[in-house]
Nanobody, 125 residues
Framework: VQLQASGGGLVQAGDSLRLSCAAS????????MGWFRQAPGKEREFVAA???????YYADSVKGRFTISRDYAKNTVYLQMNSLEPEDTAVYYC????????????????????WGQGTQVTVSS
């Protein structure tokens, strides 16, 4: 599975962005998909994940502001980010793997074998 993340940019606090993660090489229909982010000097952290079947999980810091979704026909996963805050500034990565079902596994970056290249999101105050 090859993943291509896109959609990042420079926005102001309160603005919205939609990140996309397009997959090639294999259909994502049976895969769990996750979004993670990494700010300078910090560890990669969980943002959101979606199981095959559509169950979603979110980090507390983004719950109510971010929405993860998937389009099976386009083999793409999205992260809609609303009410962005300067603290959301980071490189955002999408990841994929199969046989992930619990929040514990889906929120752990070590659970994923396939990663996109990252897209920069910068939120100015």
């Amino acid at each position: 599975v090859q993943l291509q993340a896109s959609g990042g940019g420079l926005v102001q606090a309160g603005d919205s962005l939609r990140l996309s993660c397009a997959a090639s090489g294999r259909t994502l229909s049976g895969y769990a998909m996750g979004w993670f982010r990494q700010a300078p000097g910090k560890e990669r952290e969980f943002v959101a994940a979606i199981r095959s079947g559509g169950i979603t999980y979110y980090a507390d810091s983004v719950k109510g502001r971010f929405t993860i979704s998937r389009d099976y026909a386009k083999n793409t996963v999205y992260l809609q980010m609303n009410s962005l805050e300067p603290e959301d500034t980071a490189v955002y990565y999408c990841a994929a793997d199969n046989f992930l079902y619990t929040r514990a596994t889906m929120s752990n970056p070590s659970s994923y074998d396939y990663w996109g290249q990252g897209t920069q999101v910068t939120v100015s105050s």
